[in-house]
């Protein structure tokens, strides 16, 4: 296939790490076996190099760029074309436009001003968002296009559990068995299992997972693709068993049955692996940015930083929701 392939188009390409390139030179090098950039097919590389770069895990800003496509000689094999003409900005709008471009350059300086809508008067996000619901009767319909969106991990656990306790009705907590994956003895001592229940890496569950009915979850693992069961999928609990955890979809129309199931972390950076049996589920009245592309109407960003101001407020301006992004 690669080898009748003519052209490849490479989207989001500012975000993918310089080696990747180098390995598809080389590998339709080989396939080729012509010596010309990429084995002589058209490599077609869409982006905006303002937005977000290569990530180096715990790499400084010298790595970061090291890392871009842009600080390698193959960059110079491209010939550049730049958009003249944005579709998506309508005439009435172009101010709007110019003043993402200017954050993305640092021209604004380092006060960004947004619409005075987007700053509630009330600042704690949870009854911003929340405050009007009654959860004891509430449809999936209020719930579905609404949260609060965190950059990191820490500050999304820490806002799920208090809108947790801002719910009405009995909490049911669940709490995991973990294990090392290793034979050795000595890894047992290393790592107890008190450690282990102290971690919550990207992707797992929480050792103590505190749920109540009524409360948005969200999947962790892909369970039924098929019936819509998949990792990242919200839905709302039903009825809590000791076993068994019983959720509708987020639109109400269909019902499951989450068991608990072994959950090996895909990636961390600990000497070790471990496993931990638990539901596959966390709360969702908070996600991290990486969910932003659920569908959203309302919602409260917990970070002032640039590079999430340019990005999400291109986001609420793409749905034309500015006035439900509300910045706390």
Known sequence: MLLKTKLIVWDEAPMTHVH????????????????EPFGGK?????????????VILRGSRTLTVASSLKKHA????????YLTK????????????????????KKSGSTIQLPLQCYPSIQDPIHQLYSDIDFSSVTPQELKGQAILTVNNERYMEINNKV???????E?????????????????????EEFLNSLTPTGLPPYELKLKIGCIVIL????????????GTRLIVTKLQQNIIQAKSIDGTETFLIPRIPLIPSRTNMPFKFKRMQFPIRLAFSMTISCKGKLLKR????????????????????????LNLFLW
């Not at 944005?86 to 350059?105: K, P, Q, T």
């Not at 947790?164 to 009705?169: H, I, T, V």
Request: a negative charge.
């Open 74 to 81: 193959l960059w110079l094999k491209f010939h550049k074309l």
């Open 164 to 170: 947790l306790e801002f719910m009405p009705g009995n």
């Open 299 to 322: 919602y409260v960003w917990c970070s002032m930083s640039r590079f999430l101001v340019m990005d999400n407020s291109m986001l609420a301006y793409q749905e034309h929701d500015l």
């Open 220 to 231: 962790l693992r892909n369970l039924a693709p098929s019936k819509g069961l998949c990792n």
């Open 172 to 192: 049911t907590v669940y709490k995991a068995v973990g294990m090392i994956m290793s034979e050795d003895p000595q890894d047992q001592l290393t790592f107890p």
């Open 42 to 54: 058209v490599i077609l590389l869409g982006g905006d190099f303002h937005q977000v770069l290569p």
């Open 86 to 105: 944005n579709m998506c900005v309508l005439e009435s709008e172009r101010y709007f436009g110019a003043w993402l471009l200017d954050i993305g350059e």
């Open 20 to 35: 990747a390139f180098l390995a598809v030179d080389r590998l339709l090098q080989d396939l080729t076996k012509c010596k």
